[in-house]
């Protein structure tokens, strides 16, 4: 088998200089296709990557070392260097020079049995970025105090851990303020209305410091659950992928990652209305209205509507989830990079309850417990195999 690595080593390497024959570019593309583990580890390699760039800096390096050496070696066959002997050379380099690359491609080193715990990886925090209508932008953490405070934008304030409006009652013009969590990250804020917004890891809200007119309308991208201030008059509404959702005064939460192309919106309590371009549905507590982004289809079901907001609460809980959908919204919490190895081990279901707070590897040990898949942690990447 490590022919074989060194072997397509050495073809990514030929590629990625430009020397490979057409004959070689199909071997190669013929064994990326084989599965989305390969696919995934050529990006990694070929397009700019973390991985790659460490590459880089190690023949940056060591470059004037490692070729006085191979130039000692090959020193006496010089005139019947080729292409190929310095092709296969490099890949050697490679594969020493990104231990990780190895242990990729053999995938079961030593057949660990249990999921190897790294330090580096660690759950997500209080962080985001505030977005203010001026341009300046504010790092959020675990500091409380005021953050502005001016009759233009009212007073903007971090209370226990949560961003806090109270905006001037005269304000007449909208200005819009974003909040930005990223990946490992999770935050609160309170609008000016009083209603309540968790963001989850990796998502974005946009909304006005005060709400002018005769609705309450925000911008969601990524994971949000709304607890809305009722006010009869003002409408709240928000806007997310391909969905609005139209409430007076409920709470609910609403899902929507580019990665997953799908938007979901799951009724806790009260009523809302969820619109597409083609579909209107109200929605009752503990139903959910699911759309495929594009086909403008909504289905709706039945379904234990606390599951979908118990990561509000340090939770994960799913209820015969997809593996993808799992590890999407675990790669986004401790951030992540998820590799699979048999491309259809995302479709496998799992149901179950795990601490968002807790380390990676028990989280992936209790997927494990099923005896269905089997993870190996390695830096900042999880590599799933079945079993």
Do not use: C
């Not at 590890?327 to 081990?345: G, I």
């Amino acid at each position: 088998m490590t022919k074989r690595y060194i072997q397509i080593a050495d073809l990514i390497y030929k590629v990625k200089i430009g020397i490979a024959t057409d004959e070689e570019k199909r071997e190669l593309f013929a064994w990326v296709d084989e599965s989305d583990f390969n696919r995934q580890l050529f990006d990694e390699l070929f397009e700019g990557s973390a991985l790659s760039r460490s590459y880089d800096e190690y023949r940056a390096i060591h470059r004037e070392e490692v070729w006085r050496r191979l130039e000692q070696q090959i020193a006496p066959r010089r005139r019947n260097l080729s292409w190929r002997w310095i092709g296969y050379a490099a890949s050697v380099i490679m594969l020493v020079a990104t231990g990780w690359f190895a242990v990729m491609m053999t995938g079961r080193v030593d057949e660990q049995k249990e999921v190897k715990k790294v330090v580096a990886i660690v759950p997500g925090e209080r962080k985001a970025i505030l977005h203010l209508e001026t341009g300046k932008q504010v790092v959020l953490g675990k500091n409380n105090g005021v953050i502005v405070n001016d009759s233009l934008s009212g007073k903007i304030e971090q209370i226990d851990n949560t961003l806090v409006y109270q905006a001037e009652t005269d304000v007449q013009a909208e200005k819009l303020n974003v909040l930005e969590v990223p990946k490992g990250g999770e935050f609160n804020v309170t609008l000016a209305d009083g209603t309540r917004v968790w963001l989850n890891a990796g998502s974005k809200l946009t909304y006005p410091v005060a709400f002018v007119g005769n609705e309450r309308r925000v911008i969601l991208r990524g994971e949000g659950y709304f607890e809305v201030k009722k006010d009869d008059t003002k409408p709240f509404r928000v806007e997310v992928n391909g969905m609005m959702v139209t409430v007076l005064g409920t709470s609910f939460n609403l899902k929507s990652f580019p990665s997953e192309e799908r938007t979901t919106a799951t009724l806790l309590s009260g009523k809302v209305e969820v619109k597409t371009l083609s579909e209107s549905v109200i929605l009752e507590p503990n139903q959910q209205a699911d759309l495929i982004v594009g086909e403008n289809k909504l289905e709706v079901r039945e379904v234990d509507a606390e599951a979908y907001r118990a990561w509000t609460k340090g939770q994960f809980v799913f209820r015969r989830e997809r593996l993808e959908s799992i590890l999407d919204d675990v790669a986004r919490w401790y951030n992540v990079t998820v590799f699979y190895e048999q491309s259809r081990a995302k479709d496998i279901l799992f149901s179950g309850t795990m601490e968002r707070y807790s380390d990676i590897a028990e989280t992936l040990r209790m997927l494990e417990k099923t005896g269905k898949v089997s993870f190996t942690v390695d830096e900042q990447k999880i590599i799933v195999r079945i079993r």
